[in-house]
């Protein structure tokens, strides 16, 4: 599904790397978050240099083990090169290789960093800068004369050249990013602006930071008019790692769905220990996978971006859940599997209270803390306990109650009725039936292809509107790419699947675009469904789409408000499934202030939107953008002061019992991201995320390996209705519309619209 939070901050992201925040940011800032996103950028690109010696073909699992060797590979060779040498970089013996700070995956491919990749013009180094006792050590780019491989390089269109699948990417982003840093450093990088950079970092007063380089053997001091040298060590910088707030009382996490687990290991894996996490029902995977979907339900995004794994480096894209091949569409049942094998990999079962319902949230009235007033679930009665927090990070969901609908005489309708979702439906009544869908959100495509697989005669799907729904292989890339994918290419792809069922996308009440369809901006106010089934349904007549609302129900069919009578034998109600406006109340949330209940940063809530609303696309699935908020929000129990950097920026919400203000809207979610980009550590990190989605996308779903899986599943579907005797001979069985050449083109096409859009923002920058 394609879920509108994560858009949002995917097509946020892209303003800010385009340069388009508005927001007053000191330049040497600027640079910092640059610069870590190119090593992320180039962190990245190992995998497709390992590929390329190992000689390993595109495509295949192949191509996937060497992705994950290429990376491991180069993190080994930097350490090897690290432990051989023993020395830091003023030829003094360390006690131990240094260790990166921050970034791992970024930082410890530094000794692979290719420097110099541009598109035009002037290159960048790599300054590598060493704690006092050269332990640590991070990486900045900075700007700097043309270096050979740069000169080689300049003037060549990045993309043009490669051919396989993926290959061009990084050179197009490692181009756009390069040129961007350039913009902002108009000279070369001097030694105040890399103290600026440590202290933005460490926060030690950049005055009290000094560097020194190596001169033969001999140490000598950076003087402030100095271009940086390649090696230097911060004097004055002890580690580079900030110490993290220490609190009186556990960090509370309200949730065990998939953003309250990712929170949870974060929190653990960052070395807090004092951590609980309180959640209504029994088990681990959230209320969406426990109750609101069925034993027929599958993922509809691919498994390599959904994984409870996925924001973390170091943890491989999950292959096996309980010793069972994750597969690339998993069931229901599969994906609680994963979330009970992350549980276990990570230990949460022993800091989660299951059956316990949060009553309220309240903070202490000497104001250190939180008082957690707590009830056993489905005994409201019953005694319940009070926990003491002193930060609470809620994920409470955004799917909790179907939407409520009756027709007049459905008490005379003789078929069959039922809502659609939360596991009400009997499907064997749909066997050889006519069957009305009603809704045409996410959980509505769902439902027609499990009503497909139970041989249901024809699916009416009913709407007021026809929202668009995504495609597997469309999905795919988003989540491929690492730059968001433009709406006008995403739509161009879509209308590939749209042609089957005779519809034009992009005249689509959600699509706005221009004559030409340069663009084109979708906005709707339900999540994209992902589904092939429901294209190949329409394309054989055993789907329809019909855009009209129910008037009144007969005994054996329906009124539409357009006057039609539809026989049909069973109506499935799938309206949408709503937030609960009661979450509010107990978090005792007031306003909304960017993620924060009542503008307090020890105090989130987070949770999907409940609506497309983008231009370019990052990402159809939950786990990329969870992943980043769950970094957001624990950024601020480590360091809470921090906030006060955003305070004044951050957009406010309040809520109504219609629109909770827990669950987000486009308007408050695109300016709530762009405020990270103030705290420039905080939007490097948000920067690894692409470079990570890039990364754990193509070591589960290479290319080839992916569009053949698609076409498989596509020629099992129709070799299945043909044994069923839902379809027969009478219209040509329609090919797999999507092939490897096309989904090159639109990759090699996104890239290229970066890298021109960053063109122009540069001669902006230029003119200005
Ligand atoms: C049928 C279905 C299919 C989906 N398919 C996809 C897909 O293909 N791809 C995709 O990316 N996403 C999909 N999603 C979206 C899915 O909702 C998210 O991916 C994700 O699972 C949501 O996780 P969460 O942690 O935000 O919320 P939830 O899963 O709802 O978890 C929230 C948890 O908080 C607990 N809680 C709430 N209030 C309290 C309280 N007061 N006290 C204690 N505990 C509380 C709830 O019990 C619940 O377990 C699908 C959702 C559904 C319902």
């Known amino acids: 599904m394609s879920f509108l939070s994560l858009e949002v901050s995917h097509y946020l992201r892209h303003l800010l790397l385009a340069g388009l925040t508005a927001f007053a940011v000191p330049e040497s800032m600027k640079i910092f978050c640059e610069l870590h996103l190119k090593e992320t950028v180039r962190a990245a690109r190992a995998p497709r240099r390992a590929r390329g010696k190992g000689g390993v073909k595109a495509g295949g699992c192949g191509e996937a083990e060497a992705a994950e060797e290429g990376l491991q590979g180069a993190v080994k060779k930097h350490q090897t090169h690290q432990a051989s040498d023993g ?75 490669r051919s396989r699948l993926g290959q061009t990417r990084l050179f197009a982003v490692a181009g756009q990013l390069d040129s961007r840093a350039r913009a902002e450093v108009p000279g070369s990088t001097r030694t105040p602006e890399v103290r600026e950079i440590v202290s933005s970092f460490t926060k030690i007063d950049a005055d009290k930071i000094q560097l020194i380089s190596k001169v033969g053997v001999f140490p000598v001091k950076q003087r402030l008019s100095d271009e940086v040298a390649s090696k230097v060590v911060a004097i004055g910088v002890k580690s580079f790692n900030r110490p993290h707030q220490k609190y009186d009382h556990s960090v509370v996490v309200i949730g065990a769905g998939l953003g309250g687990m990712q929170t949870m290991i974060g929190l653990m894996q960052s070395g807090r220990k004092d951590i609980v996490c309180l959640e209504r029902l029994s088990s681990f995977g959230g209320h969406s996978w426990l109750v609101v979907s069925n034993k027929y339900t599958k993922l509809q995004t691919e498994s390599g971006n959904y994984h409870v794994d996925f924001g973390f480096p170091d943890e491989p894209a999950t292959n096996e859940v309980e010793g069972d091949l994750y597969k690339t569409w998993p ?19 022993p800091v989660t209270k ?29 005694e319940g306990e009070l926990v003491v927090a002193s930060a609470v990070l809620a994920w409470p969901g955004n799917l909790c109650n179907h939407r409520e609908i009756e027709w007049p005489g459905e008490d005379d309708f003789d078929g069959y009725i039922a809502y659609a979702s939360f596991s009400k439906v009997d499907y064997r009544q749909a066997e050889g039936k006519v069957c009305i869908l009603y809704g045409h959100g996410a959980f509505t495509i769902e439902n027609v292809r499990t009503l497909c697989e139970h041989k249901c005669k024809k699916v009416i799907v009913m709407c007021r509107k026809r929202n668009l729904c995504g495609m597997r292989v469309m999905s795919w890339l988003v989540g491929y790419l690492e730059m968001p994918l433009p709406g006008n290419i995403l739509l161009e792809g879509m209308q590939k699947m749209y042609d089957l069922v005779g519809f034009d996308c992009w005249s689509a009440h959600c699509v706005k675009t221009d004559d030409k369809r340069s663009f084109a901006h979708v906005s709707q106010k339900t999540a994209f469904g992902v589904t092939d089934v429901y294209f190949l349904a329409g394309y054989y007549g055993l789907m329809e ?49 960017g993620l924060w209940v ?48 955003i305070r004044g920026t951050l957009p406010k919400l309040t809520g109504s019992p219609e629109k909770p203000a827990y669950v987000p809207t486009a308007t408050h979610m695109l300016p709530t991201f762009s405020c990270f980009n103030l705290i420039p550590m905080l939007a490097a990190e948000m920067a690894v995320y692409g470079a990570l989605k890039h990364t ?61 859009k960053a063109a122009r923002q540069q001669q902006r920058l230029a003119q200005a």
Not at 131 to 143: F, L, Q, V, Y
Not at 603 to 624: L, W
Not at 711 to 721: D, G, L, N, P, T
Request: positive net charge; glycine residues 8%.
């Open 87 to 161: 020395k830091g970089p003023l030829g003094r013996s360390s006690k131990a290789a240094p260790k990166t700070a921050g970034l791992s995956t970024a930082l410890n491919y530094r000794g692979q960093v290719e420097t110099g990749i541009i598109t035009s013009g002037k290159a960048t180094r790599v300054v590598e800068i060493y704690n006092e006792d050269e332990t640590e050590c991070i990486t900045i780019g900075a700007s700097g004369c043309l270096g050979r491989r740069a000169q080689r390089a300049k003037g060549t269109p990045p993309s043009s050249s």
């Open 331 to 349: 069931t229901r049942d599969q994906l609680l599997k994963m979330f009970r094998d992350a549980a276990r990999k990570h230990n949460l079962g």
């Open 354 to 382: 299951f059956n316990t319902n949060v009553e309220k949230v309240r903070p202490l009235p000497d104001g250190n803390g939180y008082a957690i007033y707590t009830t056993p679930y489905g005994q409201e009665d019953g």
């Open 545 to 593: 789409v019909l855009v009209d609302e129910i008037k009144r129900l007969t005994t054996n069919g329906a009124q539409t408000k357009k006057g039609k009578k539809i026989k049909c034998e069973v109506i499935l109600k799938a309206v949408g499934v709503m937030p609960d406006p009661a979450i509010d109340k107990m978090l005792g949330l007031k306003e909304l202030v």
């Open 598 to 645: 009542n503008g307090d940063p020890l105090r989130s809530v987070c949770c999907n939107g409940m609506f497309v609303e983008a231009q370019n696309f990052g990402s159809f699935a939950s786990g990329p953008p969870f992943a980043q908020l769950a970094r957001v929000t624990r950024w601020f129990v480590d360091y809470p002061t921090d906030f006060e950097t």
């Open 696 to 756: 754990k996308q193509m070591a589960r779903h290479p290319p080839k390996q992916y569009i053949a899986e698609c076409r498989a599943e596509w020629e099992a579907y129709i070799r299945q209705w043909k044994k069923d005797g839902m379809i027969d001979d009478s219209k040509p069985e329609p090919p797999y519309p999507y092939t490897e050449t096309m989904v090159q083109g639109w990759i090699d096409r996104t890239n290229m619209e970066w890298m021109q």
